[in-house]
């Protein structure tokens, strides 16, 4: 990753001093942990220095829905960056029977033991995915990049255009608004995402289509 540290999502000072002092006391870093259970949905833990922040329950679920509602019964769905987002999606689509399907886009190698539905994915090479990832193959792509820098979003646009059918759900900060509305033709929701460590930077949803998260 070639941003600079100005550029990633900001823990605030209090929650980073508490990240801190639990990998101090555990002896152990979220890298470490490279036992995956499946099964165990959310087992995978956020690792803030790879500028991974995890959804609150409640946004996590209310982004899931979102998607699930958009994709329709039997939809695919994209998550690129947004692995608390798809954890949350398998959770959920255990328990319906108009099931969709969803593939994980992200850097994090520890998400292949989901199988065929992990995707390795560097922004860098926006472009350089499997060949049965089909161009406009996805009925919605949601989309969190890591950095919150012009370079970064642009190159995540290409992706997210490339696989989309039209709908696009973009996660980022506010400071992105312009950008977003620019690359992709995206509005400012009026919900507001929340993750489970407060961060600094003011966190906003993006959509270009009619969506209950606009009002």
């Known amino acids: 990753m070639s941003d600079s540290d100005d550029d990633v999502p900001q823990l605030s000072d209090s929650t980073l001093a508490a990240l801190h002092e639990f990998y101090a006391e ?11 259970n499946t099964d165990q949905f959310g ?11 995890w959804y609150s329950e409640e946004t996590a679920v209310r982004l899931a829905e979102e998607v699930m509602q958009q994709a329709g019964e039997h939809g695919r769905i994209a998550c690129i960056s947004a692995p608390s987002v798809y954890q949350k999606l398998k959770q959920m689509d255990s328990t319906r029977s108009d099931s969709v399907s969803a593939v994980l886009l992200e850097f994090d190698r520890r ?13 860098n ?3 350089c995915l499997p060949e049965d990832l089909l161009p406009q193959s996805f ?3 949601i989309a969190d990049p890591p950095y919150l820098s012009e370079e970064c ?5 290409l992706t997210v255009k490339y696989l989309t059918k039209g709908k696009i759900l973009l996660c980022t900060g506010a400071i992105m608004e312009k950008l977003a509305g620019k690359l992709m033709d995206l509005k400012m929701c009026s919900f507001l995402p929340k993750h ?11 959509v270009n289509y009619e969506s209950s998260l606009l009002s």
């Open 26 to 36: 555990s002896g152990r870093t979220a890298l470490e942990q490279n036992s995956v």
């Open 43 to 53: 087992a995978v833990e956020e690792d803030w220095r790879m500028s991974q922040f």
């Open 125 to 127: 090479n926006p472009l």
């Open 196 to 206: 489970n460590h407060n961060l600094a930077n003011e966190f906003r949803c993006y």
């Open 153 to 157: 979003l642009s190159k995540v646009a």
């Open 139 to 141: 009925d919605i792509v």
């Open 111 to 123: 998400f292949a033991a989901y199988g065929d539905e992990f995707v390795f994915y560097d922004y």
